[in-house]
């Protein structure tokens, strides 16, 4: 069994920059694939990116790409989103998943989900 605490999302203005962190509690955070995924009001849970057990691959929704970098440091158990160039299209409430399975937290079935953190981007 595996928790996850997502932090750092506030009010941001347009442009500028943030940091997501994930801790994991419980199971080996090493064995995981981890992602990041988010939900604007009225619509649904979107992919932005997966990052492999030891971080080895990573993919990125196209609307993030060249500007979110997913990183993970497994001895600390901490999973991370950096968000640079942010817009206001990337307001949402952003989840950390887990699962032992690449392709399971690629297609949004990961085992593990933590309860959110909400960014907003004001333009």
């Known amino acids: 069994q595996v928790q996850l605490a997502e932090s750092g999302g506030r009010l941001v203005q347009a442009g500028g920059s943030l940091r997501l962190s994930c801790v994991a509690h419980?199971?080996?955070?090493?064995?995981?694939?981890m992602g990041w995924f988010r939900q604007a009001p009225g619509k649904e849970r979107e992919y932005v990116a997966v990052i492999s057990w030891n971080g080895g691959n990573t993919w990125y929704a196209d609307s993030v790409k060249g500007r979110f970098t997913i990183s993970r440091d497994n001895a600390e158990n901490m999973l991370y989103l950096q968000m640079n160039s942010l817009k206001p299209e990337d307001t949402a409430v952003y989840y950390c998943?887990?699962?032992?399975?690449?392709?399971?937290?690629?297609?949004?079935?990961?085992?593990?989900w933590g309860q959110g953190t909400q960014v907003t981007v004001s333009s």
């Open positions: 419980g199971g080996t955070f090493s064995s995981y694939a």
């Open positions: 998943a887990a699962d032992q399975l690449t392709n399971r937290v690629l297609q949004e079935r990961a085992a593990y």
